[in-house]
């Protein structure tokens, strides 16, 4: 495969074709005898009732006829021992069927009576109801987007169905009848969903230790039925289904058939998800197989779907619009006054100096009376402008600032030689509104490096409850093909079993976003003039902006599994005669496992547009050239409304999102400025302009020379450039691709003892797994782009990194003996149970900074409790007690990617400096020494060369900086121009990835944390009457992390910071004339070390967005007689604790320095959170075997759009927020026969 595509074939399952193919059905299924509806029994049931003996596991068919019986396999669940919201069977405790009191393991099972009452169809709308579970998105519980400095919002656009989270820890697996899953799940084909709370290696070795979220796929049954269901729902969605059963030779063959079309509408408009699905089983057991003691079941299932969606989003955008409008100034942490912006525009020409006589000069400088701690510079990369909202085109031409892309290398020195530099142009590009921790950290603000971006608060300004602000600009796509096959036979009345299954995935998503960088961030134009110096007609008008180098990704999996199970069952009794022994001695069930797992993924990312390289001949003086780097990527500003120049204040401004698809039209032109010398070069010519004669700079008011003068060269010209576009040019705008290949090879053993007429039930599992990973990343061209033609962008033979492991678990269900039990009051019952059982995870290609194997993260599960039941089982409390832990997990460090970049910057500076030091003429001037401007020249003092030389002496004899792992591990191995090469340092390619070399950081990098979670966990079911179900848990959680970034990471970072407080730590920037910019002060110290310093206090402290208490309660209740009959109505209601968002910060002396730390023992507290949903309906039989159900459900009936806090600033002021949504609406009709 070359290049990921996305199929845009797809299942168009109209309303209409559901009803058609349900009226092809009508007919027959009307006039059927043969399947009367269910008809519930009331009469109470044992507390704990024995599984079916495997002799004898049977249903009794439809018509009830005593000779009609259906033969169970114990691979499958007991199908009619469902109660309502209670299950009694599960495959979960050992693989093969078990009564759910008998497992000690935390286990939820959510029946299909829950789905249809409480109207769930998926995480989103289950998650919130469950125990100790978590869902992010507009109607979840939790944001999920992570706890930096900024809060992104990527993962959970492009997969809102992940952003799950169990006991606090992290989230959990998806599964599908047990197999490892992407496909998200649907209520439309599930049965069942069990939410499996903690590790257990007998079910997955290899995983989440946080637990699973399996759904248990509908089957084919001897029995025809089938549903046909409409719903309508708030703003205009839609979502049809069928479900239709036929048995085509009665109790040997059967066919199931599910479709899905879920068109979903949000407030935020045009979010959107439209959701298409088919779904086929097929039941077999051949007759002339199942005779005397054996049996044999096969069965085989087959699903295609696609989604496509523009999901809503769950954070408002960033706030860099309302420091606009702050007037007078602020006092800093040492006292002194800084200004605000106080309404001002800016010229970013005079920005970098000051001049008394100037004004608002100086307003970068430090130093000015004019300076403006809310200000930095935009981003690298040209402009491009879209003047309106629903403009899909852009306005005019690009602009290229001029410090990257003004082609100074032809400027010339006094002396008439090239100097790469023309001093009397701007040195700087268009200015923004800074971020809040980057105005804190310039304004010296207390605590500075601990603020974060601010959400925007106020829907006045831009209503980010109803309007999508990227508009339909970003797109998710999936499509998927699932294939599952089981064939079982079991022997000698069910003792002796053995079953083949084999699984194969294949899924396939893509998304384009060109915001997914981006912060999306309202602000202001504050520039008076365009790069060109023509006035910015724009000035003072809001707009979002991003980088055309973000665009989006894709990803192809196909996923493969083999499995053998077998169990074999062992009675005392039939080896012994029976007695007292036999009793004790009980029954023993011993099932094992082999399975055989082929992953393969294929993972691609892309920019979202960029210029077509130019060439030689188009673009001599390479303004634009051939890599794709900030040369050919650009920033796109979309403008949302008119100037705020005449008000005071920002509410009511009532801004614009994006309504139409914004992309620069395919041919365009980039204003840059040609830097060739366009004065005669002969002394004896007219007009001749000697370089070295004296000039008036009239920028900067100093005495300079001609050389300096930009009205000598060529000036501003238009560059017709091209655009690409990521859904036409995505080849070319590739920017990596990533193979993938885990085998992992699987062996299971348990062992389940039931003792002493089933009192004592002990489990014991033992699980063998190795794991494989193979990996391959596609080499970079000329062009910057990757080549997955390439015919080296193959797995390797040999794999990178091998894991084996070794996990067990135990559990231990104790009942109350009938001798004890008999002095209960009737009908109740009490068991307890200990659980312990450990899992890890593979985690394919997760390596340290220098590119080295992370061992697999590893989870353990300690649960035990009671559980308590009466009514004869009616009613159950279930008390658990855990500990989960989890070790090894990935964490993101701040800026991680700074850390390795800062070593190729400061490599790169100290070899320009060293160039200097040479005294060739060619590396004369500030760009490669240290020194001072006087009056337009460059000057250097003795004690400037001795102060260049010890910090280039310093950085280049650094073994730490010049360490060929770290090189090699970051893709710029040594004898090539992407290592430590004279054509890295010549070109100034400061990044890994500049200039088209290819550079990046190691894929899968990332550092690791622990975390442990403890509690107890409440979980309450009741049906009082046949017709009335409750449901009621409660979870206590604590979950803390430790060892943040510890291991590889911190040895790195440590040994890093060393050499930065070393001389090394003095070496300047690209500038020698600016003795107050290094590396050091302006990377390294603001935006890595002191954030890491900032994490490494955070060991020991809850995990983010942690709630220490969640409640939840479901209940229906039907009417079964009087006027009334076929009414039913219920609710839930869902209650959060308050919650931690942050840590004041404060100062503490740490052997013997002031040091910045955190109150961990005081967190800043959000709000607690409840939601009530409501539901209404009715039920009416219309004819023998026809039955009509209408429902109404409204969710968050007494709620409203809100925001919640998610973060702190250091003084406790919320940060960042996210959505939470209002009222919504669905009306469910539906014929089941």
């Known amino acids: 495969m070359t290049t990921l595509t996305f199929s845009k074939s797809r299942l168009r399952l109209s309303a209409g074709a559901l009803l058609a193919i349900g009226a092809l059905a009508f007919p027959a299924l009307a006039q059927s005898t043969d399947s009367p509806p269910p008809n519930p029994s009331g009469q109470p049931q044992p507390a704990k009732k024995k599984i079916p003996t495997r002799e004898e596991v049977a249903v009794k068919a439809g018509d009830e006829k005593k000779d009609d019986i259906v033969v169970l396999s114990p691979f499958s669940v007991v199908e009619d021992a469902k109660d309502g919201y209670q299950a009694k069977t599960t495959l979960a405790g050992t693989r093969i069927r078990t009564n759910v009191n008998d497992i000690g393991s935390a286990l939820q099972i959510v029946t299909s009576q829950f789905l249809k009452d409480t109207g769930a169809t998926n995480n989103q709308s289950l998650l919130t109801m469950t125990t100790g579970t978590e869902i992010g998105g507009l109607y979840g519980n939790w944001g999920g987007n992570g706890a930096g400095q900024t809060v992104y919002q990527t993962d959970t656009l492009r997969r809102p169905d992940l952003s799950t989270r169990i006991r606090g820890l992290s989230s959990a697996d998806n599964t599908r009848d047990y197999e490892t899953s992407d496909i998200p799940w649907d209520a439309y084909n599930s049965d069942t969903i069990e939410i499996q709370r903690g590790a257990n290696s007998i079910l997955f070795g290899l995983g989440s230790p946080s637990g699973l979220i399996n759904a248990s796929l509908k089957q084919a049954t001897f029995k025809d039925s089938g549903e046909i269901t409409a719903r309508y729902g708030s703003y205009n969605s839609y979502r049809g289904t069928l479900d239709l059963n036929r048995v085509l030779v009665k109790d040997q063959l059967a066919l199931r058939l599910d479709l899905l079309k879920d068109d979903q509408k949000f407030e935020q408009k045009p979010a959107y998800s439209d959701d298409r699905r088919l779904y086929a089983a097929m039941r077999y057991e051949p007759k002339f197989l199942n005779m005397g003691s054996a049996h044999t079941t096969l069965k085989v299932s087959f699903e295609t779907g696609s989604q496509d969606s523009t999901n809503p989003r769950t954070l408002p955008p960033t706030d860099r619009i309302t420091d606009w409008f702050k007037t007078g100034t602020t006092t800093n942490v040492a006292g002194a006054q800084v200004n605000n912006l106080n309404r001002q525009f800016f010229d970013f ?474 002095y209960y009051p009737a009908g109740t019952d009490l068991s307890v149970f200990i659980n312990r059982s450990k899992n890890f995870e593979p985690s394919s290609g997760r390596v340290d900074m220098l590119a080295q194997p992370i061992a697999a993260p590893s989870g353990s599960t300690k649960d035990y409790g009671v559980t308590v039941s009466a009514l004869d089982g009616r009613v159950s409390l279930k008390v658990t007690k855990f500990t989960t832990k989890a070790s090894g997990a990935s964490y993101g460090v701040t800026n991680m990617w700074l850390a390795g970049s800062v070593i190729v910057r400061s490599w790169v500076t100290a070899k320009r400096y060293q160039a200097g030091l040479t005294g060739d003429p060619q590396y004369a001037g500030p760009n490669y020494n240290y020194g001072s401007m006087v009056n337009g020249v460059f000057v250097q003092t003795a004690q400037d060369r001795a102060d260049q030389q010890a910090a280039v002496n310093a950085t280049l004899s650094s073994p730490f900086i010049t360490d060929q792992k770290f090189w090699s591990a970051w893709n710029m191995p040594a004898g090539t121009n992407a290592g430590m090469s004279d054509y890295r340092w010549q070109n100034n390619d400061i990044e890994p990835w500049t200039g088209g070399l290819g550079g990046i950081f190691p894929d899968g990098m990332t550092a690791t944390s622990d975390n442990v979670s403890n509690g107890y966990e409440f979980e309450f079911n009741a049906k009082p009457t046949q017709n009335w179900d409750i449901t009621i848990n409660a979870a206590k959680t604590k979950a803390v992390q430790t060892n943040i970034a510890g291991g590889s990471t911190l040895a790195f970072l440590t040994a890093e ?120 309906g009715y039920t009416r039989k219309l004819s023998s075997g026809v039955t009509w159900n209408i429902q109404l459900n409204v969710n968050n009936a007494l709620g409203k759009d809100k925001l919640i806090p998610i973060n702190t600033q250091p003084d406790g002021t919320p940060a960042a927020y996210r959505i939470a949504a209002g009222p919504s609406a669905n009306l469910t009709t539906s014929l089941s026969f």
């Open 349 to 822: 020409t005079t920005a970098p100096f000051y001049l008394a006589n100037v004004a608002g000069s100086g307003s970068t400088v430090s130093t000015s009376p004019n300076y403006q701690p809310n200000l930095t510079g935009l981003y690298q990369g040209s402009y491009a402008y879209f003047n309106q909202p629903n403009s899909s085109t852009g306005a005019g031409s690009f602009y290229a600032p001029a410090q990257y892309y003004m082609g100074q290398q032809h400027g010339l020195a006094p002396s008439g030689v090239v100097d790469g530099s023309i001093t009397g142009s701007p040195t700087n590009g268009l200015l923004v509104i800074a971020p809040t921790q980057t105005w804190a950290i310039q304004a010296g603000m207390p605590f500075a490096n601990s603020y974060r971006q601010r959400s925007l608060t106020d829907p006045s300004i831009f209503d980010f409850y109803h309007k999508l602000i990227d508009g339909p600009n970003r797109q998710e796509e999936q499509d998927f093909h699932a294939l599952n096959a089981h064939l079982s036979q079991t022997f000698l009345n069910n003792h002796l079993g053995l079953e083949g299954s084999y699984d194969r995935q294949r899924y396939i998503e893509a998304n384009y976003d060109p915001y997914a960088g981006s912060d999306l961030a309202i602000t202001l134009d504050i520039n008076k003039t365009l790069p060109d110096g023509t006035p910015n007609p724009n000035v003072g008008r809001p707009y979002v902006a991003t980088s055309s180098y973000y665009g989006g990704g894709g990803r192809q999996t196909t996923r493969e599994s083999q499995r053998l199970t077998g169990f074999a069952e062992i009675k005392a009794d039939d080896v012994i005669a029976k007695s007292w022994i036999t009793k004790l001695l009980g029954r023993h069930v011993v099932t094992g496992v082999l399975n055989n797992i082929d992953n393969h993924s294929d993972a691609q990312n892309w920019a979202a547009n960029a210029f077509a390289p130019l060439g030689s001949t188009a673009d001599p003086d390479g303004v634009v050239g051939t890599a794709l780097d900030p040369y050919r990527w650009y920033q796109q500003i979309s403008y949302l409304g008119g100037s705020a120049a005449s008000l005071t204040s920002p509410s009511g401004m009532n801004l614009s999102n994006i309504t139409a698809t914004q992309r620069p039209a395919s041919t365009n032109t980039l204003r840059v400025f040609d830097s060739r010398w366009n004065q005669p070069t002969n002394p004896a010519a007219a007009g001749y302009v000697d370089p070295g004669a004296p000039w008036n700079d009239p920028l900067h008011q100093t005495v300079s020379t001609q050389s300096e003068n930009p009205s000598n060269y060529v000036g501003w010209v238009n560059l017709p450039v091209q655009t690409l576009y990521s859904n036409s040019d995505k080849q070319q705008l590739q920017t990596s691709a990533i193979k993938r290949r885990d085998l992992i090879s699987s062996k299971v053993l348990v062992w389940q003892g039931y003792f002493w007429d089933d009192v004592i039930v002990a489990t014991l599992g033992y699980r063998r797994d190795t794991a494989k990973s193979y990996t391959a990343s596609a080499p970079s061209t000329p062009y910057g782009n990757v080549d997955t033609n390439a015919p080296g962008f193959v797995l390797p033979a040999n794999p990178f990194n091998t894991v084996t492991g070794t996990t067990k678990s135990y559990s231990v269900v104790g009942h109350t003996p009938v001798f004890i039990k008999k």
């Open 1057 to 1176: 910071n060393a050499f930065f407080n070393s001389a090394g730590g003095s070496l300047l920037r690209a500038n020698g004339a600016d003795p107050t910019s290094t590396w050091k002060k302006v990377n390294w110290d603001p935006y890595v070390w002191t954030p890491f310093q900032l994490s490494q206090l955070l060991n020991g402290t809850n995990n983010a967005e942690l709630r220490p208490w969640r409640f939840n309660l479901i209940t229906n209740y039907r009417l079964i007689a009087g006027i009334l009959n076929g009414v039913n109505f219920g609710g839930s209601y869902q209650w959060q604790d308050k919650i931690a968002i942050g840590y004041p910060s404060v100062y503490k002396t740490i052997n013997g320095v002031k040091s910045e730390t955190f109150d961990v023992d005081h967190p800043f507290w959000g709000p607690t959170e409840s939601s009530v949903s409501l539901w209404v």
